[in-house]
């Protein structure tokens, strides 16, 4: 049996839902926003290219390394995408990754209330010893909030991959452990009242 298992997990305002191919329409809709796609630095399909990676993401749930989520409003729209990846089953580690929002909700309490979904699962229902966040090290915007969320920089991997491009990527990695997610959680919390 693999682990972790397909789940949706619901809040106020967001529910992630098992990532499927009848999310497409409304995933390339949102990568279309404002030429979303075109960010340099973190990877979102062309709109066309949605299906692709729909399909690219379920094969990875398929061997295993992957658990991706559509994320929905609550009425049911699909406005972005957003993983456990490189998955440990045998140390039970997950890194929380590969996650884009469409522009109208990003830095939004959807956004706050996915992670803190999917942080609860990882600690409370999966038992994981951590969970990891990556990014490039130039996305200031995706490092400030991973580091509002409370992980620590565990370090930068330099020259660690190639961008669509063929240019060097240097990706930064940041983790929360298990005795950190209460006040990790807290901090959560705390937002998604603040911001009401």
């Known amino acids: 049996m693999s682990w972790p298992l397909p789940v949706t997990l619901t809040g106020t305002y967001a529910t992630l839902a098992p990532l499927s191919r ?3 329409p409304d995933l390339a809709e949102a990568a279309a926003e404002d030429d979303l796609w075109k960010t ?3 990877s979102i399909p062309k709109p066309s290219a949605v299906p692709a990676e729909i399909d690219r993401r379920l ?6 390394s992957m658990l991706p989520f559509a994320v929905l409003t609550p009425n049911g729209k699909a406005v972005g995408m957003t993983t456990y990846m490189n998955i440990d089953p045998v140390h039970k580690r997950v890194e929380i990754g ?3 929002y469409r522009k109208a909700v990003q830095r939004t309490r959807l956004n706050t209330e996915c992670k803190r979904m999917l942080l609860a699962h990882a600690f409370e ?11 490039h090290f130039m996305n200031r915007q995706s490092r400030a909030a991973i580091e509002r969320l409370g992980a620590k920089l565990d370090g930068v991997l330099r020259s660690h991959q190639r961008t669509a491009d063929g240019a060097l990527r240097d990706t930064a990695v940041y983790s929360i452990l298990p005795h950190e997610w209460p006040a990790v959680k807290a901090g959560l919390d705390f937002r998604l009242v603040e911001t009401r």
């Open 98 to 100: 590969s996650t884009w």
């Open 40 to 42: 340099w630095y973190t």
């Open 22 to 24: 009848e999310h497409g």
């Open 125 to 135: 229902g999966l038992d994981c010893i951590a969970v990891e966040f990556r990014t």
């Open 59 to 64: 094969d990875l749930q398929e061997k295993g």
